[in-house]
Structure formats: structure tokens, C-alpha cells
């Protein structure tokens, strides 16, 4: 709740991170549920699923949509003012910058090449257009879920136990809270193995979890890093993307090893006392 004096208490209750975990899997699990279940009358209903669908953003949206109402219903509107400003913290150690605006692409790059395959993504006959346009898409449907995931299930984890291990329970519910799209037609997962996604899952939100602590729990820096993980320029690396990250994410835990293991310095606040950039 707000305190009294206007200015939103820097936390939200440890108990909000249950609601949160009901609040998603519960909203997109009875969206690709339905569809799994009764194909036939959600598509008669509301037309045939696919990653451009409504729905698929309802599903894709719900960690984020959890993680807001949260914070607005423990927080208000001075709370979920706060909350956002956290889109604004851009300042952290410039490693970080360099490993989503570069390293990422080249782990890409370099698994694609491994297979066999080129450099980036073969442009369409029509152009770069049309991947443009699929990559603005792409920034409001991935990185929407960061509102959640890291906006407040990591800070309220971060409370009871060190980084890598929140950073490996946010990946193992990350994994599992896609299972269900597993078994959907229509949309990339159905063509994908999960075994090696849940894998990549538990690697990137461990891998994540240095750079927000040390944007000391930006907003901005993980949905970036999740948007450079769907860019439709960087070309199909499977498997090899998800091998390679499994190596840097163990030589950067290895490196960050004092920080990762201690929850001294974690980010705990949900809600921030006041802005910072």
C-alpha cells in the first residue's frame, strides 16, 4: 500500500509472488488450454490461433499483465508510476551494453555458422520490410513479459535467496509456463524441442540476472536483452545458440561469482522509493 506521507513504500509483500505466479500461468494457460482442448471451438469462436492473434498476445502479455496489477492493487497509482520508472534506468557497468546491443547477435552469428547456415536472416523477395516490421512486433509481445518476470518476481525472490538461484527458478517457471504452446499448431514452439528451450530458459534468466542487479533493477536493459533474443535478423541457430549461451552464462557466473552467490547488493524493491536514472 501507498504510505501516508504520498511516496510508494519500496516494496511489495513476499506474499505478492504467489499471486503473481496464479495470476500468469492461469491466464495463459487457459488461453492455449482452450485451444489445445476444444481446437475446434476456439477457432470457431475466436478464429484460428497463431503468433499474431489477439489471444497469443493475451497469453504472451499475462506475465506482464500479473506483474502490473499487482503492483497497482499493493502499490496505486503512485506505486505503478514508480514501478514504470524503472523503464528509465539505463546506467550500469558498460559490459552489459556490450553483450545485448553485440554479444548476443554474435552468439547467433556464430551458432548459424556452426550448422552451416549464413550470417543473418535471408532477406524476403519483398525486402527488409517485412522483418522490420516483424521486429517493432516483436518488442511489444516478448519483452512485454519483463514487467513480470523481472520487474517483480525476481526482486521478491532476491528477499529469501541469492541471484543465481532466483535466476534459476524464474528460468525453470519461464520454461514451464510455455509448455503449453508445445502442443499448439500455428505457432513456432509447435516445431521446436522442449527439452533444449527449457535449457535455454534456465540459461538466459540466470544470465539475465547480473544485468538488471547491476542496472540495479532496470526494466529497460532485460526487455532489450529478451527483445535481441527474437530479433527476426538474427538468423535460426538451433542448437547451437542455446550451447553457446550455456558457455558464457557459466564463465559469467564463474566471473560475478561473489555477487551471484550473496544476496548482498541484490535488488529487493519492487516499487523504488524515487526515480533514478
Known sequence: MSSLAGTPKPSLPSRALLLFVLLTFGVTWGVIGGYIYFPERAAGTFG????SHPLYFLATWAPGIAGCLLVLGFGDLRGLRAFLSRLLYWRCDPVWWAFILIGIPLVFMAGSLIKGGPLLTPLPPEGAGPLFALMIMMLFLGPMEEFGWRGVAQPLLQRHVAPFWAGAIIGAAWGIWHLPAFYLAGVVFAE??????????????ILVTPIFNSARGSLLLPMLFHWQLINPFWPDARPWDTWILVAVTAGIVWWQRDAMFSRAGAVTDVIPSRPRS
Open 192 to 205: 521446436w524441442r522442449f527439452l533444449p528451450f527449457f535449457i535455454g530458459n534456465v540459461t538466459l534468466a
Open 48 to 51: 484460428a490461433i497463431s503468433g
